[in-house]
């Protein structure tokens, strides 16, 4: 069969699927079923392997299932509710799972029954991700470890946890991390709210005391955890930042409402307006474009690129919005109860609607998932082929490191 004939069948597969998606969707179903259904049907991840939610595929089709699903008012919000989950845990367990694994986790994963978060920052590692302290000793049939995560988005709501540990000391960083998943619900693991600027703890600092992790839940091999956790942050740029959003949702939208609703005339502020829109439109067209080319596997370094601008020109749209609420934007509407989000599918930002709350969380953009000076980095040394930056402890054991 020729290329053409060959794409023009798989798009004709993806449709009938879909088909049969819209129609069990009209049916008196809950939402938990329209995702368990579409993962049955391949859907959910077009190219992963069958038995994982997936067609085997190009990723280029998800695009068609995706705006067919919004189209046909089908909600996506479990891939929001989930992000950690679906935008990071399924491809790496895809990628490094056992069969056992991949049929375990990954289909409540996608209806968002089992919500899961990212342990890897600790108090003392960040950027320098590698450095972590947390350990995990083998005991004979399984793991115990001891330390301290933090900035655990949903930590608090989650019963799987993707958690890196160090298991070898005396080999230079990169080399001794471990993977593994966690049962948040295991004796041990404790989960502490952390709030934020907005007032609400999104996150949390998790401890560690005992936990014991059966041999079975590593993921990739001993030794492994670093590959592991790359894959994980790979993923975790094109989740945040490479999304391919309904066009005027978000930022623009906000903005346009926020214009529209105040009658401003000002000229200039409609230009500085226009040029946002513009901006926020290109890197949405250049996250399709990256999608339609996207092969199958792990995504390179140019996922650092739609990161890095998606933070920065979400944070300039907020700023923007801050000021045309002129003296108003002082005033903080949601008050600064101490809240953290719950299950509601039906937003999409955690909740925030007014101009100050979005203004303050995105501030965080340019930090979470690598801040915009390590994705300025990474595209200065992976795509601009740049010198790299003296690593004077690469070769040094990590127990000889020192640190604060
Ligand atoms: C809202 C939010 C949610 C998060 N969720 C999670 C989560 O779910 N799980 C998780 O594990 N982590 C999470 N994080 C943590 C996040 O990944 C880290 O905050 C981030 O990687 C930066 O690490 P750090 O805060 O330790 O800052 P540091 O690494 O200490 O950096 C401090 C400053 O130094 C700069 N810097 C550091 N190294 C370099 C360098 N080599 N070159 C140039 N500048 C450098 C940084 O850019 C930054 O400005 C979250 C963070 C936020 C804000």
Known sequence: ??????????????????????????????????????????????????????????????????????KEGISYQNRVANILGIGMGAPTIVEYGTPEQIKKYLRPMFTAEEIWCQMFSEPGSGSDLASLSTKAVDDGDGYIVNGQKVWTTLGHLAKYGLLVTRTDPEVPKHRGLTFFIVDMESEGVEVRPLRQITGEAEFNEIYFTDVKIPKENMLGELGD??????????????????????????????????????????????????????????????????????????????????????????????????????????????????????????????????????????????????????????IAERVLGLPSEPKLDKDKAWKDIPRS
Do not use: C
């Open 1 to 70: 069969m020729s290329d053409t004939s060959v794409q023009d069948s798989v798009e004709v597969l993806v449709k009938e699927k879909l088909d049969q998606l819209v129609s069990f969707a009209k049916n008196e179903v809950s939402l938990t079923e329209v995702w368990g259904k579409q993962f049955d049907l391949g859907l959910a991840w077009v190219h992963f392997p069958e038995e994982a939610g997936g067609l085997g595929v190009d990723p280029k089709y998800q695009l068609l299932i995706n705006e067919t699903l919004r």
């Open 225 to 378: 955890g670093w590959r592991v956790s790359l894959t994980v942050l790979m993923n975790e740029r094109v989740a945040i930042g490479g999304n391919v959003r309904e066009r005027g949702s978000g930022a623009p939208g906000h903005l346009i409402q926020l214009w529209k609703e105040r009658q401003l005339e000002d000229p200039v502020i409609k230009d500085r307006l226009i040029q946002l829109w513009i901006e926020q439109e290109s890197v949405r067209l250049t996250n399709m474009r990256a999608t339609e080319l996207r092969e199958k596997g792990t995504p390179g370094p140019e996922g650092s690129t739609s990161k890095l601008y998606e933070a920065e020109i979400n944070k300039a749209s907020y700023e923007f919005g801050m000021e045309l609420l002129g003296n108003d934007g002082l005033l903080f509407p949601r008050g600064y109860e101490l809240t953290q989000p719950d299950l509601n599918f039906d937003n999409e930002t955690f909740g925030f609607t007014d101009t100050q709350s979005l203004f303050l969380r995105s501030r965080a953009n340019s930090i979470e998932g690598g801040t915009s000076e390590i994705m300025r980095n990474i």
